[in-house]
């Protein structure tokens, strides 16, 4: 995460995929990641974890892929989330010209259209 804080590897992957849609000016989420191109993605990602860790000959399943997929979009929810807590304490404290508040806002829009979806497949 942002700041150097240790985090879930599922976060930072689903936070990632968010800043897809831009980090500043108007934000599109139409441009999010495909399920196909994050699962491409994710493989890409968990064979380089194995072959940092010497494991060059691993071989990564679908079932890793797959779990990594829906944590990191999970956690994407997530990331909408705190980004829209931090965007409104900022609209109130910095001194940098950006709305802050409206960025909060489509954070927090996306945030609620993600947990939607997320409780619907429950």
């Known amino acids: 995460m942002e ?17 897809f849609a831009g980090v500043h000016g108007t934000l599109d989420y139409s441009r999010y990641p495909s399920e196909i191109f994050q699962k491409k993605w994710i493989r890409s990602y968990l064979h ?16 890793e892929v797959d779990g990594l997929y829906k944590d990191a979009n999970n956690f994407a929810m997530v990331a909408h989330f705190i980004w829209s807590l931090w965007s409104l304490i900022q609209s109130k404290n910095s001194k940098i010209n950006f709305d802050y508040l409206d960025y909060g806002c489509a954070r927090y829009t996306e945030f609620k259209r993600r947990k939607s979806i997320i409780i619907s497949q429950l």
Do not use: H, M, P, W
């Open 3 to 19: 700041y150097s804080d240790v985090n879930y590897a599922a976060f930072d992957v689903g936070a990632f995929f968010c800043e």
């Open 48 to 63: 380089e974890c194995a072959r940092i860790k010497g494991l060059s000959q691993a071989t990564v399943s679908d079932a």
